[in-house]
Nanobody, 121 residues
């Protein structure tokens, strides 16, 4: 069974920084994409950034130039460094692990429980 454990959320002033971490544990076989999504009240969950096992990042327009995603494959951990935070970045941030089985191309998605990020003065 795969589990994701997130950490690093909290309250920060506008212009500040936070670093989110998400560690995956359990039996993970196949290629993986790890990513961060966020959801604020009344809105749909949206992609913030994702990264492949080969290190190729993908960012939402709102994250480009301010957020940096990285991963440590040996630790099955993904990080999101968030700088120049704005009040509109306030949301619950969720970690997602997508596993693709090489032989069948079946995909499995796993989600973390979410961590609150609040940007306010």
């Amino acid at each position: 069974q795969v589990q994701l454990e997130e950490s690093g959320g909290g309250l920060v002033q506008p212009g500040g920084s936070l670093r989110l971490s998400c560690a995956a544990s359990g039996s993970i076989f196949g290629t993986t994409v790890m990513g961060w999504y966020r959801q604020s009240p009344g809105k749909q969950r949206e992609l913030v950034a994702s990264i492949t096992s080969g290190g190729g990042p993908n960012y939402a327009d709102s994250a480009k130039g301010r957020f940096t995603i990285s991963r440590d494959n040996a630790k099955n951990t993904v990080y999101l460094q968030m700088d120049s935070l704005k009040p509109e970045d306030t949301a619950v941030y969720y970690c997602k692990l997508e596993v693709t089985i090489a032989t069948t191309l079946w995909k499995y998605d796993y989600w973390g429980q979410g961590t609150q990020v609040t940007v306010s003065s």
